[in-house]
């Protein structure tokens, strides 16, 4: 008898009676856990996501947010140590274990550092600009984006148990979505054992995190238009998923990330004595050996110029024979065995397909040489390389074995890989390796239709590289066509799923209210005391000053040339500068202009703005010709607190005499809290 996998639903643990399906350890065979979700109320579970858990995340800023999973980042790194022990019986060697585990907390971090930085500390994220609506301005529309108010429902797949939740987990909570999460069966004690230090850290609200350990039972017959699907997975179990009666007609969200055919390309100027090809068969080897092959990134065709091949299959028969395969808590073993039996059983039946096209290169899909451990009680399998002498057979762009397998296919020309790449069907990633510049732009066109991520590898990034089958969390992480036609990751585009994006029209001064953030045409404030003098907390937006005008001169302009050195014939030269299209004469040099827009509005004494970080959007809009008369009017436009202190996005239009703009921006600054008592 084993124990059955709790799960966790409405803020309690959740053990289920009876038997489930037996996860084994994948070394020895030894049993691990019965797997059920037999007795779960879905029902339950989905409203309290809904009713308990979206309303305590949407109480909370985008930043508050984000700071919380720099928290359950630090908490769940003290317990590392724990979770590389049971990725071992998962078969996972150290190596792999650190490339989920870690690789997991560094998606929390990630996201945590972005989101810090670039989310508002409000509830509302504003999506681009104002669109003006009205040739007066009194009608404007902002687009918004608020979170949904249903569940994130995350279906992961048995190869990253760690790595999986946590990377969905960040962007849907940061969002605002409460989620919950259902790992493969064969793993899911891995991600159990996370989910547990989550809720023992009580960093996360109440109704943020559930877990199904088990089936899904009839939770899609619960879900909304306001819900969110992610799966992770077969393309076959997606395609199911996908088409529930219910997902079609409540236009569920849903987010596939597929097994896909991935593939390496050798340049054909990457030939046996260059760097990149040591780079390439590198790459090749370390898919097939990671994770015994077990990931949506791995390299399942090798694509090598013909003239090439002998050299490349050579090359990687003799990187392979120095894997050691076995148990893979032994430090010198260097692949284990694969997930269960089962899927071993199912790899073999792959590889037999495959032959009907190609040859065995290294290694033998049923016989491997086993360090400590039990060849036949383990899931072990030897790394296998085919050689397909005709590309343009369908087994290698069809036939996908999920372990250590890969097929070296040649190529003529580079005419070719566009058509040999396009086959797979849509990809997760691809790597291209050459030096040639001009090879790799044209490769990059031609390939880049059919794949979520391009690595164009050489000698220069090389060293650097974080690899083929990295995906990381700055990045879009999914793929076209059989790899799901869906996208995960992407630093901050990930929230974009779990938010709604809203058009809203309105009035500028309504706008600013909604928005927080101040809107052309909505009313300003300028009497009173200079905005420069107030603290961060009496500060509202639309405080404003106008100075000016002051009149700029030659000898403005010939100082300042003086000053800086530039001596552009435009501020300097009147003869040239008439020949000049774009003006009449000398004129202003723009950043005269700032200079001379600064002085006019600052307040010189000692206050609480401390200091000027930066200028964003500057558009030079007419010149300004000496005897012109210049006014600044500065905005409060956004105003967001930060620890200590806030920083205050100013709208400055300069105008001339005229009343034209000649330049327009954001002054960005940083303005002290009031002080305590």
Known sequence: MVDVLPSYVADSWFTPTGSGAI?????????????????????KLIRHSRDVGGPALRELTFRRRA??????????????????????RAGYTQHDATFDVDGGIHSLLVHARKGKVELPDDTMLLDGEVERLSRRGSFVAQHVCVPLRGAAVHINAFNFPVWGLLEKLAPALIAGVPVIAK??????????????????????????????????????????????VCFTGSAETAEQLRSHPTIVSQSVRFNTEADSLNAAILGPDATPDTEEFGLFVAEVVAEMTQ??????????????????????????????????????????????????????????????????????????????????ADAERGAFMSPVLLWCSDASRAEPHQIEAFGPVCTVLPYDSVDEIAELAARGEGSLVATLVTHDVDVARRMVADVAAYHGRLLVLDRTCGKESTGHGAALSQLVHGGPGRAGGGEELGGLRGLRRYLQRTAVQGSPDMLTAISGRWVVGAERHTDGEHPFRKYLEDLRLGDAVIAGPRTITLDDIDSFAALTGDIFYAHMDEEAARANPFFEGRVAHGYLLLAVAAGLFVEPS??????????????????????????????????????????????????NQDGDSVAEYDVLTMVANRPAG
């Open 23 to 43: 996860t084994s350890d994948a070394s020895t065979g030894e049993p691990i856990a019965a797997v059920t979700s037999a007795g779960i109320d879905f029902g």
């Open 67 to 88: 700071a919380m999973m720099e928290a359950l980042a630090a908490h769940l790194s003290e317990h590392k140590q724990e979770l590389y022990d049971l990725s071992a």
């Open 183 to 228: 790992p493969a069966s064969s793993t899911a004690f891995i991600t159990y054992a996370v989910v547990r230090h989550i809720v023992d850290s009580q960093i996360l609200p109440a109704g943020a995190l559930q877990l199904i350990c088990g089936g899904v039972g009839d939770l899609f017959e619960h879900l909304t238009g306001q819900d969110v």
């Open 291 to 372: 994770k015994a092959g077990q990931k949506c990134t791995a390299i399942r065709r090798a694509f090598v110029p013909r003239s090439s091949v002998p050299a490349a299959l050579e090359a990687i028969g003799q990187a392979l024979s120095q894997v050691r395969v076995g148990d893979p808590s032994d430090p010198s073993v260097t692949m284990g065995p694969l997930v269960s039996l089962s899927q071993r059983t199912s790899v073999r039946a792959a590889v037999g397909q495959l032959l009907n096209a190609a040859e065995l290169a290294f290694g033998q899909p049923d016989t491997v040489e086993v360090v400590g």
């Open 606 to 655: 000692p206050g609480p703005v401390l200091a000027n970080y930066g200028i964003d959007g500057l558009r030079f809009l007419k010149p300004v010709n000496p005897g012109d008369a210049v006014t600044v009017t500065l905005t409060a436009k956004q105003i967001r607190p930060r620890k200590g202190y806030g920083e205050v996005s100013w709208d400055a239009v300069v105008t």
